[in-house]
Structure formats: C-alpha cells, structure tokens
C-alpha cells in the first residue's frame, strides 16, 4: 500500500473527485491500545481468562482495562498475553516481586550467549520487574515448573524456535 503523502508527492496537480477518492481511504490502523478511538475494535481477557472482543465506547470498564493492562490491539496479543500471566504465576508462586532488603536472593535471567536460562544471585541490587527467590533450589524448582522454553518465550520474548535452529 502507498501512503497519502506519496500519493500527494506522485500527482501534484491533478484534480480529485473527493468522494470517490473516499471509497478508497482505509483508515490507519492503531499502533497501540493508547491509540484506540471510539468505535475501534480491541481485545481483552475476560474474568474466565477467555480472549473477548469488543468496540471502544470509552464505557468506565473500558477505560480501566486500558490502565490495567488488559487493552490488546489482536487476539494474538491477547492469547500471549494470557500464557506468559500462567508462567510468571507459576513463577510467584516460588518467589516474589521485588526485594526487601540486601539478603542474597536469586533471580531468572536468559543468557543469549549461551542461549540458556540461567540463575544469578541478585547481590545488593534490585532489578525493575524481577521475581526474586529466597534460594538457588527455589528458583529451580520454579524453572522446572513452569519450562525453561515457555520462560525463554512469555518472559523474556525470546524466540525459541529461532533459539533451536541457531
């Protein structure tokens, strides 16, 4: 597709019939759920943890669900979206967000060097984010859980078929 500005550029000079230019328009396509207007078609999770579609009305609910989160542009997103919240529960359910003082707690990271995920010690510091163990064994048994694939996948984005082939 060409956009206008090209179009614009390409026949400066011509005339336009605008209405029939009209039934040619489509309207650009939202980039982010902040773009959404009225009437625009979005996803969300239901309580049910279903993927829903629904038109913006700016209903209250609607406007919450931007703010929380819960405001995806496709199904797809929505669907991806609904698995890596199984992981990272998974995940909470051994550890928890954030830390609460220096103790020597342990956290998940991806390796792209070694294409592995891996268990540091957090040291001193808190990372933006993370889910943080009380012990090494804990974090194990949270990897083990929830799979080191669909941890390289819903929680750092990493392609894991790509990951296989290289």
Do not use: H
């Not at 797809?76 to 103790?103: A, C, I, N, P």
């Amino acid at each position: 597709m060409i956009k206008v500005e090209e179009i614009a550029e390409k026949y400066k000079g011509y005339e336009v019939d605008e209405e029939k230019l009209k039934e040619f328009l489509t309207l650009p396509k939202p980039k982010t759920v902040w773009d959404l207007k009225g009437s625009d078609k979005y996803w969300y999770i239901s309580d049910y943890g279903q993927i829903c579609k629904s038109t913006l009305i700016n209903f209250e609910c609607e406007i919450i669900r931007r703010a929380i989160g819960n405001c995806f542009l496709t199904k797809k997103e929505g669907e991806f979206e609904v698995e890596r919240r199984k992981v990272e529960t998974t995940l909470l359910k051994y550890g928890k967000k954030g830390k609460s003082s220096q103790d020597e707690e342990y956290f998940i990271l991806y390796d792209f060097v070694d294409k592995k995920v891996a268990i540091y010690p957090s040291g001193g510091v808190c990372y933006q984010g993370t889910i943080y163990f009380t012990s090494y064994a804990l974090a194990q048994k949270a990897i083990k859980e929830a799979g080191k694939d669909n941890i390289k996948k819903y929680i750092f984005g990493v392609d894991v078929e790509y990951v296989k082939k290289g």
